[in-house]
């Protein structure tokens, strides 16, 4: 595959990569040996949606799935101003043992208030995948002696149900080029 795809990412130079991918390919039968711009991937690589909430908020999202970063780029506009949130994450599997996911120099919390100026809001410092979340994610849920919520951060089964139904309503939409009511793919 190397000599034929100019992105060829070579799995068994690295321990990590080798034993996470290579020695389990035999577990699941999935074999990582595609380029990943053939045409017989047929997984979305460009998508772009829009989502209207119950409550009249609308949401537009676009995702590049090859750039050679992972982050995010949130803006919310409301009747106080708007937030802008620029999150660079180390999500490019090179086959070195960078933590996946940690945050990124750059990244950068911005509130705009309607009257007054723009003011930074600086990001605490975390440490492992998406910003540190994945820690917190895993200690929610395996932990016996759960950490304090007060804030209700923590996502139910059904905030997980939601989240997966915008993709699964998105999905069925480029299939059929129509819109999609998420409330008619599930009843809670």
Known sequence: ???KCPYYL???AGEKMRRLYLEAEHEDGYYRDRCVFSQLIDIEDRISLSVRYASGAIMSYSLNSFLPYEGYRLFVNGTEGRLEMFVRESSYISGDDSVQGELLPGSSLTIF???GAPRAIELPEAKG???GGD???LDDVFCDEPRPDPLKHAA???DGAYSILTGIAANR???T????KVDSLVRF
């Open 156 to 158: 139910t089964e059904i």
């Open 113 to 115: 208030p309607l009257f």
């Open 135 to 137: 820690r917190l994610l």
């Open 1 to 3: 595959m190397a000599a």
């Open 177 to 180: 080029g129509q819109a999609v």
């Open 173 to 175: 939409s480029i299939a």
């Open 10 to 12: 070579d799995l068994s």
């Open 129 to 131: 995948g998406h910003g």
